[in-house]
């Protein structure tokens, strides 16, 4: 059996054997030892107690990725070989994963953001032997110097979760972030905004500034159509238009609502 199910370059690996003698003297031959072989390599070290062989060794980086193989044959004190060297565990298995995970997708719910708001993301990775740890160590999520929100981060597979919303203290601008993650190996990879494939997210503080306001007609009577052109300046970190989900709200004349309201950029 081994002693864990995935390891990476310089972990060093144990694997017990346990042996039944029937009729013999029960006990497994301590000279000389057991060949044991790893990955066509020796042994860093063979422990033979009784009928129990420990057999250690510490993955290479010339060890190739994929399932860990080995060779052991053992003899009982009287000198009686086993006919077949054993090749196999007999449960469990260990997979050799030498690389880190790869980012496939980071995807945010919205680019603009007001404080209050709240942003959700979904991070895709790709890892072909393994998925990613949610504990020990979980992911390491950092947005603009502040944790996720509270219980939504979720890891399913190779994908990982998480909302995030703003507050007042954050710094109007860019939206900044570092995430990371290990595999089940415990190769990690690290995540910031530059990985962003739904576009770069902003935060905006400010609200926009009234340039004009014109009506037309500028004189009405009973039953006439006016038009009020509302134009709007935005800051640096502005997105360069106004809201058009939810509409603005609009009142005329003792709090009544206009026939329709229409958004189009600062307009």
Not at 5 to 16: E, P, Q
Not at 49 to 57: A, E, K, M, W
């Amino acid at each position: 059996t081994p002693d864990v199910t995935h390891a990476t370059v310089d972990d060093v690996i144990t694997i017990t054997a346990v042996f039944d003698d029937g009729v013999g003297v029960g006990a497994i031959q301590e000279s000389p030892l057991p060949v044991a072989r790893v990955m066509g390599n020796a042994a860093d070290s063979v422990v033979v107690v009784g009928l129990t062989v420990s057999v250690t060794y510490t993955i290479r980086s010339s060890d190739p990725d994929g399932a860990l193989y080995f060779s052991l044959t053992v003899a009982d004190d009287v000198d009686n070989f086993m006919p077949e060297a054993i090749t196999a565990f007999t449960s469990g298995s260990i997979i050799i994963d030498k690389a880190a995970p790869t980012v496939d997708s980071v995807d945010a719910s919205a680019n603009h953001f007001a404080v209050g708001d709240t942003v959700s993301f979904v991070v895709d990775f790709g890892d072909v032997r393994d998925g990613i740890k949610d504990a020990n160590p979980a992911p390491i999520i950092d947005i603009l110097g502040n944790p996720p929100d509270a219980d939504t981060v979720v890891v399913d597979g190779l994908v990982l979760t998480f909302d995030y919303t703003f507050v007042s203290g954050d710094p109007e601008g860019d939206v900044t972030f570092t995430i990371i993650v290990e595999d089940l190996t415990g190769n990690d990879v690290t995540v910031t905004e530059s990985s962003l494939t739904s576009g770069s997210l902003w935060l905006d503080k400010t609200a926009p500034t009234l340039v004009s306001a014109v009506s037309t007609p500028l004189w009405a009577m009973e039953g006439d159509t006016i038009e009020l052109t509302l134009t709007y300046s935005e800051t640096a970190f502005g997105v360069g238009s106004l809201r058009s989900s939810p509409l603005p709200v609009v009142t005329f004349m003792d709090a009544q609502a206009p026939a329709s309201v229409v958004v189009n950029g600062l307009t």
